[in-house]
């Protein structure tokens, strides 16, 4: 995907998420007079980041931090490090990640973050004055109690060192609670890095047998190579699937017998990209969608699962590794084609689990072993997916539409007994 057409596709992904509140609306009863509350975000704040660059000018960026709603408890969402952020795009991410907590019954509400800049094209110190400022700027509304943000698409733990150490420089004292997808050392949680893959994982196989596909038997095509969708192409090709083709901003692979996905991972650490591991299996890029494979798992970024592509997509599982990837018309038609969807709101919320834990054992200052943090996630994505399972069976409605039921009842209910200040 180029530049432009990324652009144009993610002005729409808060109108995506609006459509997809349409869809459950009907589904809500006496609740749909409260409805309204996940319509707008409650805060969205818009910063400048000055940063001194290496060679002494200033360059400003613009970021931002939104908070969905707040009303099951605080803020929990990542921070977005890419040239093509906005508040549009900003504002999407944070609601769904209102949906997501609630859907999975995390003690928190939903937020987002993300400064428009191409990490890339910075050295290492020029991000971390990045970061720092950009911390300094939101400092007022973030914190342990407040917003606590976590890595996304262009941060990773060492962003996350340098923002709690920002915020605790100004707090005075250390906050190691005021971020998650920090490195271990300093507080952060055992599995996390893996967490999110492996939750696409355990999501995905639990609805393969709902749906009585032999994972063993499975031919899997992954979009995205980044932390959450190499981490699901390996877990997928250890149960003994045939993942067939990987996509990444660099290339895309297909080898018919199945990639060597720890092989691929060597090279990705060391190249940083896919491209060049083996040029002689690399296609074009629209063509990734033509492969025939059991299991889908877009793991990049949102809006790529357009209607073109649902009529035409040869398979029976998509399992969302990302955030919407999927725009609502598309749904509708995967729908049509009996085309199993794990929702993005589900299938991607085992990095926010581990999240979740990674907040407790700071605030306990109390840490778990990583067989803890595993069994612990595999129990709460377990339990979320049957509920939501059973819901879309209940109502006879898809998972997407399921998940949002279940999440938006609950929300809905919090928000009816709090009450509307000031009353
Ligand atoms: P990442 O930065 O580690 O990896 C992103 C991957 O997408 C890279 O392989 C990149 O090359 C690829 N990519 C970028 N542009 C592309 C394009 N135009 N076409 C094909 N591939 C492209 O990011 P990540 O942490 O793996 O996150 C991926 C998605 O999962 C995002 O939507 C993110 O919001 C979502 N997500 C991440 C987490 C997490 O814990 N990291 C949790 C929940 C959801």
Redesign the pocket.
Known sequence: ?NQLS?VHQHQSAWNNYLSQLDRVAPYLGELIDQLDTLKRPKRALIVNVPVEMDDGTIQHFEGFRVQHSLTRGPGKG?V?YHPCVDLNEVMA?SAWMTIKCAAIDLPFGGAKGGVRVDPSALSERELERLTRRYTAEINNVIGPQKDIP?????T?AQVMAWMMDTYSMNAGTTVTGVVT?KPVHLGGSLG??K???RGVFITGTEIAKKIQLDITQAKVCV????????EAAFLFAQAGAKVIGI????ATLYQENGIDIGALQQY?LIHG??QGYSTSDEIE?PQFWQISAEIFIP????N?ITVDIAEKIQTQLILE?????TLAEADDILAKRQITLVP?VIC?????TV?YFEWVQDLASFFWSEDEINQRMDRIMRHAITAVWEKATAKNCSLRTAAYIVACERILIARKERGTYPG
């Open positions: 995907m990324y990542g977005r991410l976590a890595p996304d698409v262009g990773n997808g996390r890095s967490a999110t893959g979009q995205g190579f980044g932390n959450v969708g190499s996509q990444d901003h660099s990705q990209k896919i890029a793991a990049a970024l949102e790529v590794g990302s955030n919407g990837p993005d991607n919320a085992g990095g926010v999240s």
